[in-house]
């Protein structure tokens, strides 16, 4: 079956430290990866998106990258935190649905609290 | 930039009563997500509309998207508590979707 794991689930990191979540799926080979933020309570920002092994897309400016060393493992990191950095991390993948609509399966998310 | 915009932002209710959650774009898309949230969780796929003018129903939730598809909305008949969460609305496009801001819906038992 496909899974999606991700971790740590919760984090607290003072200003200025680095970060790494870290996002592997299985049972697929070669899908599409993605890191989201979400704000309290509120929609989903794209971060990074890929399509395959070292091939990472921005979608904003911001103080995080992400990278994808092998072909299920999606990382996302930062050299010095931001207050602005907390929120909740989600991974995810797609897969093809009904129609050939591509639809996400998240992870169960990263909590990141920056002090 | 917010592609899709969701309205209400927030909405409590009554057990049994009905509700309707919007979602609205100036954008085509080629299909229109909706997902529900629990807190500290990710999201979890609903339904996906792909034809203008698609309806689409789930139990008690009926699902419809636009003849233009640039919006949809989302109607839950006789709500219940578990219907509780954080609903999603997402679009797609070019190997990506775009989520709206999300309606938060309290059912009050």
């Known amino acids: 079956s496909q899974t999606i794991h991700q971790w740590p689930a919760t984090l607290v990191q003072p200003v200025g430290s680095p970060l790494s979540l870290e996002c592997t799926v299985e049972?697929?080979?070669?899908?599409?990866l993605y890191w989201y933020r979400q704000a309290a309570g509120r929609g989903l920002q794209l971060l990074f998106y890929?399509?395959?092994?070292?091939?990472i897309s921005s979608e904003v400016p911001q103080n995080l990258s992400a990278s994808r060393p092998q072909d299920r493992q999606f990382i996302l990191s930062s050299k010095k935190l931001l207050l602005s950095d907390s929120g909740f991390y989600l991974c995810?993948?797609?897969?093809?649905?009904?129609?050939?609509?591509?639809?996400?399966?998240f992870g169960a998310g990263s909590r990141l609290t920056v002090l | 930039t917010q592609l899709l915009e969701q309205s209400p932002q927030f909405l409590s209710i009554q057990e049994g009563e009905n509700l309707t959650v919007y979602c609205n774009s100036s954008?085509?898309?080629?299909?229109l997500q909706w997902y529900r949230q629990e807190p500290g969780e990710g999201p979890v796929l609903l339904v996906t509309?792909?034809?203008?003018?698609e309806v689409k129903k789930l139990k008690r939730l009926t699902f419809q998207f636009g003849d233009a598809r640039k919006d949809s909305s989302l109607h839950i008949t006789a709500a219940q508590p578990g219907d509780t969460g954080l609903y999603l609305c997402?679009?797609?496009?070019?190997?990506?979707?775009?989520f709206g801001a999300g309606t938060t819906v309290t059912v009050r038992a």
């Open positions: 049972g697929t080979s070669n899908p599409n």
């Open positions: 509309v792909v034809t203008g003018g």
């Open positions: 997402a679009g797609e496009g070019d190997y990506k979707l775009s």
């Open positions: 890929s399509v395959g092994i070292g091939q």
């Open positions: 995810a993948w797609t897969t093809t649905g009904g129609a050939g609509a591509n639809v996400l399966t």
């Open positions: 954008s085509v898309f080629s299909s």
